[in-house]
């Protein structure tokens, strides 16, 4: 099984799935959406490596950092929702030590360590403290990407990968741009020369 490499080999359909998501199995180098795969450990590096060259990648630092932002709160929204379920069902369920041992794992994969050595409701009440804080960052990242949104009239609702292919399409002169192999780092070049386009048919259009 094989990850992904980098901005230059995974596609922008991949990308953008794990940007929204935070599903790691577009990682994996063939996966269709609906196989079952084992996420590789190295998965979460990898991607920390790709977000980073994105970034890097866009220049602009007003759009690297929202793009920063956007990514921070989708993965602190899926971290709230997962860790919330986690405890839930370890609170609901009698379960034998294996079966707790799996959910401590999944725990801790974002970040929850659990101390097996505690009873389970002073754990939970501990853990619970630890997701309210998490709460309040994540509230406190959405403020902020909502302030910077409205200073720079940036659309509250991004448009779709779709759309922006269709976008880049009219802008380029290109037939088709295929979202499900084009690289995502063709596909910041691709942004960046629509953009150099469009501000010459601009200055153009003010002759």
């Given at each position: 099984?094989?990850l992904y490499k980098d901005l230059g080999d995974i596609p922008i359909y991949n990308f953008d799935i794990i940007n929204r998501t935070?599903?790691?199995?577009?990682?994996?180098?063939?996966?269709?959406?609906?196989?079952?795969?084992?996420?590789p450990k190295e998965a979460n590096e990898k991607w920390q490596s790709m977000r980073n060259e994105w970034v890097k990648l866009l220049?602009?630092?007003?759009?690297?950092?929202?793009?920063?932002?956007?990514?921070?709160?989708?993965?602190?929204?899926?971290?709230?929702?997962?860790?919330?379920?986690?405890?839930?069902?370890?609170?609901?369920?009698?379960?034998?030590?294996?079966?707790?041992d799996a959910y401590i794992g999944a725990l801790r994969e974002w970040k929850y360590i659990w101390n097996k050595k505690a009873k389970?409701?002073?754990?939970?009440?501990?853990?619970?403290?630890?997701?309210?804080?998490?709460?309040?960052?994540?509230?406190?990242?959405?403020?902020?990407?909502?302030?910077?949104?409205?200073?720079?009239?940036?659309?509250?609702?991004?448009?779709?990968?779709?759309?922006?292919?269709?976008?880049?399409?009219?802008?380029?002169?290109?037939?088709?741009?295929?979202?499900?192999?084009?690289?995502?780092?063709?596909?910041?070049?691709?942004?960046?020369?629509?953009?150099?386009?469009?501000?010459?048919?601009?200055?153009?259009?003010?002759?």
């Amino acid at each position: 099984m094989h990850l992904y490499k980098d901005l230059g080999d995974i596609p922008i359909y991949n990308f953008d799935i794990i940007n929204r998501t935070q599903d790691y199995k577009y990682l994996v180098v063939g996966y269709n959406g609906y196989d079952d795969v084992k996420i590789p450990k190295e998965a979460n590096e990898k991607w920390q490596s790709m977000r980073n060259e994105w970034v890097k990648l866009l220049d602009d630092n007003t759009i690297s950092y929202y793009y920063e932002l956007i990514l921070d709160v989708a993965y602190l929204e899926t971290r709230y929702e997962v860790v919330k379920k986690l405890l839930f069902i370890i609170w609901e369920r009698d379960m034998d030590e294996d079966t707790l041992d799996a959910y401590i794992g999944a725990l801790r994969e974002w970040k929850y360590i659990w101390n097996k050595k505690a009873k389970k409701n002073k754990e939970i009440k501990r853990l619970l403290e630890q997701h309210k804080a998490s709460e309040n960052k994540l509230n406190l990242k959405k403020d902020e990407l909502k302030e910077l949104q409205q200073k720079h009239d940036i659309e509250d609702t991004p448009m779709t990968l779709e759309k922006q292919a269709v976008t880049l399409e009219q802008v380029l002169g290109k037939n088709r741009i295929d979202v499900r192999t084009t690289s995502a780092r063709t596909w910041i070049e691709y942004g960046k020369l629509s953009t150099e386009i469009s501000e010459q048919r601009r200055k153009s259009m003010m002759k």
